[in-house]
């Protein structure tokens, strides 16, 4: 394959793999594409009853994104994008929830004067608690630990 792949082909890739997959399973659903930025395209199926593709706090999520971008990676081998894939909204939502939670421990830690480290969580939920307390005048966060047991903690603004 030539270098001058495109993202909207590695979309329409993803795209096809995903519907495949759906319709392997018997799952009625619209996968559509769009593209996030110049180097990232999103892939989202929404449709009735999908939770099972969402899995605990988003862990089947997970790995449809790792087997998508697996599989587009393997038909364009000299360049692949970023791809996020998500399903039923579910990213949108996380996203949402995380920001509450993390906006009621930021005002703990305000209060109280005392750090709070978090639960272990992934790259991304640590990036949107890190982005979200970066708005909050009077804080830090920091990452401790190592692979799966990696978290964020919350502490005053020396």
Do not use: W
């Amino acid at each position: 394959m030539a270098e001058g792949v495109t993202l909207e082909e590695q979309a329409e890739a993803a795209k096809d793999f995903m519907e495949g997959l759906l319709e392997a399973y018997g799952y009625e659903a619209s996968v559509e594409t769009r593209v996030l930025d110049e180097d990232t395209i999103e892939v989202a199926a929404n449709g009735g009853e999908l939770g099972l593709l969402v899995g605990p706090r988003g862990s089947t999520l997970a790995a449809l994104q790792d087997v998508t971008r697996t599989v587009v990676q393997h038909r364009f081998p000299t360049r692949t994008d970023r791809i996020v894939v998500d399903v039923g909204g579910y990213r949108q939502r996380r996203v949402a929830a995380l920001q509450k939670f993390t906006q009621q421990i930021a005002n703990e830690v305000l209060e109280s004067g005392e750090e709070r480290a978090l639960e272990p969580m992934s790259p991304a939920d640590r990036k949107v608690v890190h982005d979200t307390v970066n708005e909050i005048e009077g804080l830090v966060t920091r990452s401790e630990g190592e692979d799966s047991a990696r978290h964020v903690v919350i502490a005053p603004a020396s």
